[in-house]
């Protein structure tokens, strides 16, 4: 329990770096009073530009992705941990320092780029397809939110397909981590949820 709480715990340290609220500090000013408020790469887009979002998006993914190959494989062989279960740990970890960084009174992003950085390692083609989606939901609503909707309520779904297109085992530990992962993220985007349907969420295109 001891080994599982530090993997978990390093995890959730890399996770919680918040490269929205540095980058809006470096460009002279705190993204948590601009625009959504939100320190994630939509908003650093939204109020910086698309390529300080572009490196936001880059900077959160590569956080998960570290904190799972890193923290949950190598660190969790050292503990003795079976590198499917270091793997879950650290992607649960990762996304929980995001999600809820101790540093900004437990209010951070919605955690989307840092769940598909985390994931890669758990299972690349899930990964993929909810990139997909996300692009396709983008392309037809222009909505990021919708994008991000569709994309993690098709991780778990990518997850199984995965396992039938490659032939491997599904796992049900992986399986219930991709399932409650979407499930944060949709529950983080429940303010934009309630903004679509009274028809006032900001739509890339067009003025606010």
Do not use: Q
Not at 18 to 36: E, Q, T
Not at 84 to 96: N, P, S, T
């Amino acid at each position: 329990m001891v080994r599982s709480a530090v993997v978990f715990g390093l995890a959730y340290l890399v996770g919680s770096v918040p490269w929205g609220l540095l980058i809006g500090k470096f460009n002279g000013l705190d993204i948590r009073y601009h625009g959504s408020g939100n320190i994630g790469a939509t908003n650093v887009r939204r109020v910086l530009g698309r390529d300080w979002g572009a490196a936001c998006f880059v900077l959160d993914f590569l956080k998960g992705l570290v904190a799972v190959w890193v923290v949950g494989v190598h660190i969790g062989a050292e503990f003795s941990l079976s590198p499917e279960f270091g793997k879950i740990l650290a992607a649960g970890g990762a996304v929980a320092g995001h999600v809820w960084p101790l540093w900004l009174g437990f209010k951070g992003g919605k955690g989307v780029a840092t769940t598909l950085g985390a994931l890669v390692a758990v299972s690349w083609l899930a990964v993929l397809i909810a990139l997909v989606t996300w692009v396709l939901c983008f392309l037809v609503t222009r909505y990021v939110s919708v994008a991000s909707l569709g994309a993690a309520a098709m991780l778990p779904v990518g997850y199984v397909i995965s396992g039938l297109v490659r032939d491997h085992r599904v796992v049900t530990p992986s399986l219930l981590l991709l399932t409650v992962l979407a499930a944060v993220i949709i529950y983080r985007h429940r303010s934009n949820i309630e903004r679509l349907r009274a028809g006032n969420e900001f739509r890339f295109g067009t003025a606010r």
